[in-house]
Nanobody, 124 residues
Framework: QVQLVESGGGSVQAGGSLRLSCAASRYTYSSICIGWFRQAPGKEREGVAV????????YYADSVTGRFTIPQDNAKKTVYLQMNSLKPEDTAMYYC?????????????????WGQGTQVTVSS
């Protein structure tokens, strides 16, 4: 069973940056896919970025391409979401989640393990 612990959310002005962290444990870390999702009040959950740990392949939502990256630190079993040039529309609760494969991203239906979420608020 995968355990995911997120950190790094907060409040920032538009144009600023934040880095979220997702520390994974209790799993064969190299054999999983980890994704970042977000959900704003009244909106559906959105897949933001995903990485397949073994090969390092990454995918991004169109809304964040060029602004967000999803680096990883294998030694720390941690995946990050580096968010630059933040916009007010990026305001949401951000979750990391794990799955055996990345096939269901950006929907997230096969992501069975979820972190507790961390709030990101971007003011204009």
């Amino acid at each position: 069973q995968v355990q995911l612990v997120e950190s790094g959310g907060g409040s920032v002005q538009a144009g600023g940056s934040l880095r979220l962290s997702c520390a994974a444990s209790r799993y064969t870390y190299s054999s999983i896919c980890i994704g970042w999702f977000r959900q704003a009040p009244g909106k559906e959950r959105e897949g933001v970025a995903v990485i397949y740990i073994r090969g390092g392949s990454t995918y991004y939502a169109d809304s964040v391409t060029g602004r967000f990256t999803i680096p990883q630190d294998n030694a720390k079993k941690t995946v990050y979401l580096q968010m630059n040039s933040l916009k007010p529309e990026d305001t949401a609760m951000y979750y990391c989640a794990a799955a055996r494969t990345c096939g269901s991203w950006p929907d997230g239906a096969d992501f069975g393990y979820w972190g507790q979420g961390t709030q990101v608020t971007v003011s204009s």
